[in-house]
T-cell receptor
Framework: QKEVEQNSGPLSVPEGAIASLNCTYSDRGSQSFFWYRQYSGKSPELIMSIYSNGDKEDGRFTAQLNKASQYVSLLIRDSQPSDSATYLCAVSNFNKFYFGSGTKLNVKP | ETGVTQTPRHLVMGMTNKKSLKCEQHLGHNAMYWYKQSAKKPLELMFVYSLEERVENNSVPSRFSPECPNSSHLFLHLHTLQPEDSALYLC?????????????FGPGTRLTVT
C-alpha cells in the first residue's frame, strides 16, 4: 500500500468551474498535510498547508482535512487555465515526508 | 525560487564521471533534503539532514553520497552512475521542531547519464 494515494487524472474542468482534488494517506500518525503545484519541467511549489481537521481557505484555494477518514482534499474555485498543472499531496510525520504521485489538472478555456 | 538555489540546473555525465550537485538555502531553515523525481513516479526521498546530521537514508545506492557542511549548504556527490539514475534531483529545506513545517524546493538539477 502506498503511503499517499492520488488519482493520476487527468482531471479536466472548464474555466471558471471548481476543481476538486483528493488524497488519502495510510499513516495515522501523520501530523502535517500539504498541497504542492508542479508545472511541467519545474519544481514543486507549496500552495497550501493544513494541520487540523476542517477547512482552510486561502484565496481561490480551500484545503480540507479529515483525519478520521485519512483524507485530504483541495478545492480550486474559479479555475483558470494557469491552474493547469500537476498537484501533489504530501503528508508528514516529523521528518518523514511522503508525496503522492500527483493529479494532473487541465483547465480548458 | 531564490529561497533555495541549486547548481547546476542541467548536467550530462558519463557513467565513469564524478560530479557534485550543490544546494543552498537562504531561509534560515534547519533541515535539508534530497529528492529524486523520475518520469511518472512520485518524488522519492533520498536523504534528510536535520541540524547538519543525517537522519534519513532511504536505501540509496552508495554511488550517491550526500554532504552537509552547514545548515545552509547541501551537496550530492555522484560517481559511477547508471543510465537509470537520469532524473530531476530536487533539494528542499524546512524548519523542523515539535511539528513538521513546510518544505520549500529549489529549481532542481536535470541529470542525464549517458
Amino acid at each position: 500500500q502506498k503511503e499517499v494515494e492520488q488519482n493520476s487524472g487527468p482531471l479536466s474542468v472548464p474555466e471558471g468551474a471548481i476543481a476538486s482534488l483528493n488524497c488519502t494517506y495510510s499513516d495515522r500518525g501523520s501530523q502535517s498535510f500539504f498541497w504542492y503545484r508542479q508545472y511541467s519541467g519545474k519544481s514543486p511549489e507549496l500552495i497550501m498547508s493544513i494541520y487540523s481537521n476542517g477547512d482552510k481557505e486561502d484565496g481561490r484555494f480551500t484545503a480540507q482535512l479529515n483525519k478520521a477518514s485519512q483524507y485530504v482534499s483541495l478545492l480550486i474555485r474559479d479555475s483558470q487555465p494557469s491552474d493547469s498543472a500537476t498537484y501533489l499531496c504530501a503528508v508528514s510525520n516529523f521528518n518523514k515526508f511522503y508525496f503522492g504521485s500527483g493529479t494532473k489538472l487541465n483547465v480548458k478555456p | 525560487e531564490t529561497g533555495v538555489t541549486q547548481t547546476p540546473r542541467h548536467l550530462v555525465m558519463g557513467m565513469t564521471n564524478k560530479k557534485s550537485l550543490k544546494c543552498e538555502q537562504h531561509l534560515g531553515h534547519n533541515a535539508m533534503y534530497w529528492y529524486k523525481q523520475s518520469a511518472k513516479k512520485p518524488l522519492e526521498l533520498m536523504f534528510v539532514y536535520s541540524l547538519e546530521e543525517r537522519v534519513e537514508n532511504n536505501s540509496v545506492p552508495s554511488r550517491f553520497s550526500p554532504e552537509c557542511p552547514n545548515s545552509s549548504h547541501l551537496f550530492l556527490h555522484l560517481h559511477t552512475l547508471q543510465p537509470e539514475d537520469s532524473a530531476l534531483y530536487l533539494c528542499a529545506s524546512s524548519q523542523t521542531g515539535e511539528s513538521s513545517y513546510e518544505q520549500y524546493f529549489g529549481p532542481g538539477t536535470r541529470l542525464t547519464v549517458t
